[in-house]
């Protein structure tokens, strides 16, 4: 299973620089069968940056989210390879809010599948925690909005998800939602006190994102209870 060629040239042409061998840390780094294009920085790539505290990164990485957006040019990518054998995602840095994730890298893989895309970031596909019931819950979850509101995951890291709704849930509809969101990430209900205790949907128009401090702890306690 790898990318051809020609779905490589094609995003090539579109950010306007050639991609790289995508690798994921799993236990030390590991080659994966998809390609990566980061685009560049002159604040994030520059000395001084990488001179500072992790701290400090973030406030400076949140200052260069409110410029730089990467969702156009992965919209634009799948009308592109929407004849290709392929997905493009965002491998995510962190999550900023449940509307929002920061990114600089977009990512085309070989998968016809997007639950495969966070099999691949959480490094589920390299880990023997693949297997096990308990994160089943978590893809069974997944599967559910599926099919009540048809889901794309459009983006990944090792401790969260960024997803799309087709359809997006009825007014009435929002409270239970958040609260079923809130079971599998508990992280952020903080977030949802905020906003009154629900997850607004219309706001980014179904596009949510997901993070945990550590998912199969979290899903390990949702099972046993």
Known sequence: MELSNRVIEIVNRHVGFEGQPY????????????????????VLDSPEFD?????????????????????????????????????PYKSITFAVSVYRSYSRTLVVSPFSESFDIFRLESGLLFSPHDASPVYELFFNFLRTLDESYGLTII???SDCIEFKLGQIPAQDEFRLLSERLALI??????????????????????????????LFYSLSSLNAG
């Open 51 to 87: 001179s500072l505290d992790s701290g400090a990164k973030v406030l400076v990485e949140l200052e260069e989210l409110e410029n730089f957006n990467l969702d156009p040019a992965l919209f634009e990518l799948y009308s592109l390879l929407d004849s290709e054998i392929a997905l």
């Open 185 to 214: 990430a508990p992280d952020i209900i903080g977030e949802m006190m905020e906003f009154n205790e629900e997850i607004d949907f219309n706001r980014s128009y179904g596009q949510i994102t997901l993070w945990w401090d550590d």
């Open 155 to 157: 983006g990944a890291g």
């Open 23 to 42: 690798r994921i840390l799993s236990g030390g780094w590991v080659d994966t069968p998809c390609y990566s294009w980061t685009f560049p920085s002159s």
